[in-house]
């Protein structure tokens, strides 16, 4: 029985066949170039080119469309600086409150006066003429105003507050030929710039004319930038007012400078053409002077005129320059008579200037006209863009009322009023529908289709 079991065991097939088979005699196998040709002829091959391609058609199709939005969104503006964004009050110093019963005006009185310019609000005030010297060498104040001292004192209760003050240049007794051929007077000149500024002065007003002292400070202004080099303090800046209706500066500007022009007021009528050429004109230099608008002091003008002015001050891109002192729209003092009333564009002013400081699309150089059928000459109106709306402002410059079709291709069909010179009976209008009362202004929150 165990022998048995023992040769059972012995033939199990596992044990006595080899693990492989051996290959038949007569097997064929194939070349490699018949391998290959057999691989490029089975279907996958073209199911997996296939794929491929779609693959790369929705890439291609995803790409596409990236580029698109991007290119349809809205490019972050580059950040602006103080200078660039705030309103700018010029006070003479014959406006300056007397604060010692001595008779004159001095920075005492006037640093009683930075709590109305932070109410209004003015982020930045330019002093009249204060400095005196030998020449260029404006190193000292006159004492009827005050003294280094008091100025300091009046500079760090404006930083407090968030005022900037600036100083402006007088007209110093020089000769044309003489500055041209000694630079002594821009050495001077450059010395006194830098002693202003070390005691907290934020920068400087200096007229256009006369032109040789222009062309001093321009270049004494230079030299001070160029030293300034990577230095990433407190940012001073030069502003250029030009009364010439021209405006301009004929030579190349250095960097942080402000051109100030003056609105045209001496004319019978606005057009809306001589407006966009001026603002254009201002605009037309990207690497220029910052453009920066003013109301001149005594002009003749009609209430309608002054209000389209006062709007455009506030509304047209650059920094607005606000004129202080006697007959003044923006008064600071508070020494007006219970019985006599005040200057009828007060109230204006004080809606557009808050208006403006908390507007993101009214600062910066944003400006695109917006041409209107039958009204090319009296109706001004023009778009301040911002990130998803912008003020789009309207000017009736006519005295007679005027129906507007406002729609514009990217915008809704409805924007709200933010500013009107005249009482507006609804907040929101229809873009196709608005009328305009004679001499009329009118700003509206216009927002972009793909916006909220």
Request: with cysteine.
């Amino acid at each position: 029985m165990g022998k048995a079991e023992a040769t059972v065991a012995f033939q199990v097939p596992s044990e006595r066949l080899p693990l492989l088979s051996q290959p038949s005699p007569n097997t064929a196998y194939l070349s490699q170039e018949e391998v290959v040709q057999q691989a490029r002829a089975a279907p996958w091959q073209g199911l997996r080119t296939a794929l491929l391609c779609l693959v790369a058609a929705l890439f291609t199709c995803m790409l596409a469309t990236a580029l698109a939005l991007l290119l349809k969104m809205h490019r972050p503006a580059p950040l602006l600086s103080w200078w660039q964004k705030a309103s700018f009050y010029h006070l003479p110093s014959a406006s300056f409150p007397d604060s010692n019963g001595d008779g004159h005006g001095d920075l005492g009185g006037v640093r009683h006066l930075l709590d109305r310019l932070v109410e209004l609000p003015v982020q930045a005030l330019v002093l009249g003429p204060i400095l005196e010297g030998d020449g260029a060498n404006l190193s000292s104040i006159c004492s009827a105003h005050g003294s280094p001292e008091k100025l300091r004192v009046l500079v760090a209760d404006g930083h407090k507050k968030g005022i900037r003050i600036l100083l402006e240049l007088p007209t110093w007794v020089e000769e044309p030929d003489l500055v041209a051929e000694d630079n002594r007077t821009e050495l001077h000149l450059k010395r006194a710039l830098q002693f202003w500024q070390a005691q907290g002065v934020n920068g400087f007003l200096v007229a256009k004319d006369p032109p040789w002292r222009l062309d001093v400070v321009l270049d004494a202004w230079s030299e001070l930038e160029s030293q300034r080099g990577t230095d990433q303090g407190e940012e001073r800046v030069l502003m250029v007012w030009d009364q010439s209706e021209s405006c301009n500066i004929t030579r190349r500007a250095p960097s942080r400078v402000i051109l100030a022009c003056n609105l045209p007021g001496s004319e019978s009528r606005l057009t809306a053409g001589a407006l966009t050429q001026r603002v254009e004109a201002a605009l037309e230099h990207p690497g220029g002077p910052w453009p920066s608008w003013t109301v001149a002091r005594g002009l003749p003008l009609t209430s309608d005129l002054e209000e389209m002015l006062a709007v455009l001050l506030l509304s047209l891109p650059g920094t607005p320059l606000l004129q202080g002192g006697a007959g003044s729209p923006v008064p600071l003092s508070n020494s007006r008579k219970p019985d006599t009333k005040g200057h009828p564009l007060t109230a204006l002013y004080r809606s557009l200037l808050p208006l403006h400081a908390n507007s993101f699309a009214l600062q910066g150089a944003g400006f695109i006209p917006v041409p209107l059928a039958n009204h090319s000459e009296d109706v001004f109106a023009f778009l301040r863009p911002g990130a998803c709306s912008g003020i789009l402002v309207v000017l009736n410059l006519d005295s007679q009322p005027c129906p507007l079709n406002l729609s514009q291709p990217g915008f809704t069909d409805r924007a709200r009023v933010v500013f009107s010179t005249r009482p507006e009976p609804q907040s929101d209008v229809q873009m196709e529908g608005v009328r305009l009362a004679p001499h009329q202004a009118l700003l509206l929150r216009v927002h972009s289709k793909t916006g909220p």
